[in-house]
Nanobody
């Protein structure tokens, strides 16, 4: 079983950028589709971005499309989320998730993902 640890969260002003990292350990993540979810205060956790096991497919929520970029470096066993043009509504705890089933990364429901990190807080001030 792979374990996931997120890092890179913090406080940033609107319009700024952050890069989140998700480091996998325990086994290689190269067989897993990966995704970033986020949960804002008082709201349900939602899909933000996903990437297929091969890295050939990337998927985004409409709310982040054009601003966020997901990527993976299997040699480093790490997946990234580059977040640009941040808005106050991007404030949330961001979670990294892994799924070993075919098609993972594209799935937007958290029910498909069976490995989760502990989350990292992102706060965007106006």
């Amino acid at each position: 079983q792979v374990q996931l640890v997120e890092s890179g969260g913090g406080l940033v002003q609107a319009g700024g950028s952050l890069r989140l990292s998700c480091a996998a350990s325990g086994r290689t993540m190269s067989n897993y589709g990966m995704a970033w979810f986020r949960q804002a205060p008082g709201k349900e956790r939602e899909f933000a971005a996903g990437i297929s096991w091969s890295g050939g497919g990337t998927f985004y929520a409409d709310s982040v499309k054009g601003r966020f970029t997901i990527s993976r470096d299997d040699a480093k066993n790490t997946v990234y989320l580059q977040m640009n043009s941040l808005k106050p509504e991007d404030t949330a705890v961001y979670y990294c998730a892994a799924c070993g089933s075919y098609g993972c990364g594209a799935y937007r429901s958290e029910d498909y993902y069976d490995v989760w990190g502990q989350g990292t807080q992102v706060t965007v001030s106006s």
